[in-house]
């Protein structure tokens, strides 16, 4: 257990900061490669140090007292300063790189297919990307960029627009050929494919029929946690998903996802990129900041 300068615990503070970011013992312990037993015996170790209590234990869920919320953003701001600077000092002697933060369906749809471009332009920048589809789970100091969905407010970070984008139902031709669709009703009596709802701002079929009025019915949904596997499901003919259409456009443009009906919807957030407001950025996060802003949806 290592202590300098008067701190706690370094290992304890490393197993709090996990703990309040994940919201969970069991994820933090998973992040640190440690049981979650050795987690939550660190973080009571700090309690007893601090003699206040850091997190209100509920019923299979932790939620952070007001002691527990001042703490987590202190440990937070340092530990981001120290990879920060640990960072700067590590790249002057190698290739600069940017950790981008994204979903997987981001990556792998919208943001790889263009990094070519920037490959091109910039060939002394290396790009690491860390995907995570767990709504918290970029909420890590090692990333330096984070693509994100949302309102555009997010505690203690600037953000950027990249674009707005619209949501409509997609299948493939030939479950399309199979299954005459006249309207919304139709639609809604066929097999959906539905992605499961880890974050609640992420638009769903409901939501969907509820914005263009249709009325609410028992819906037939086979569900996934990942949008990847939703469109695979639809490009395999197993029934309909709800596309986002820039993330979809390869697909309908080579004819492997056909759109069942003219009905859309606007998706009701837009995608941001993100970066952290303490920690000014270095010239090779900026250069990439820059070029995503440009980049049409």
Not at 116 to 127: G, K, N, P, R
Not at 216 to 240: F, H, K
Not at 253 to 275: C, K, M
């Amino acid at each position: 257990m290592v202590r300098i300068l008067g701190l706690p615990s370094l290992n304890a503070l490393a197993a709090f900061e996990a703990a309040a970011r994940q919201m969970s013992l069991t994820k933090a312990a998973e992040e640190l490669n440690v049981t979650p037993g050795a987690v939550s015996k660190h973080v009571r170790t700090l309690e007893e140090d601090l003699g206040a209590p850091l997190f209100l234990r509920l019923h299979r869920a932790l939620e952070l007292t007001r002691e527990g919320e001042a703490m987590s953003a202190a440990v937070r701001e340092g530990f981001e300063r120290v990879l920060a600077t640990y960072r700067q000092i590590k790249m002057s002697g190698g290739q600069p790189s940017v950790t981008v933060g994204s979903t997987m369906a981001m990556a792998q749809l919208w943001l790889i297919p263009r990094m070519s471009e920037f490959w091109a332009a910039h060939q002394d920048i290396a790009v690491e990307h860390f995907i995570s589809d767990h709504p918290r789970g970029l909420d890590r100091a090692d990333i330096d960029l984070r693509i994100r969905y949302g309102a555009g407010e997010w505690p203690d970070e600037e953000a950027a627009k990249l674009y707005d984008d619209i949501i409509f139902p997609v299948a493939s031709p030939d479950f399309a050929r199979r299954h005459a669709v006249q309207s919304l009703e139709d639609i809604a009596a066929l097999q959906l494919l539905s992605v499961e709802r880890i974050d609640l701002i992420w638009t769903d079929w409901p939501d969907f029929f509820r914005e263009l009025g249709c009325r609410d019915r028992r819906l037939n949904t086979r569900r996934c946690n990942s949008y990847v596997i939703a469109m695979q499901s639809a490009r395999s003919g197993q029934g309909v998903a709800l596309a986002w259409a820039n993330l979809v456009r390869p697909w309908i443009e080579t004819g492997d996802l056909v759109r069942l009906t003219d009905a859309q919807i606007n998706a009701p957030h837009s995608y941001f990129v993100t970066w952290n407001s303490r920690r000014p950025l270095n010239r090779q996060t900026a250069t990439l900041r820059d070029w995503m802003v440009t980049l049409e949806g």
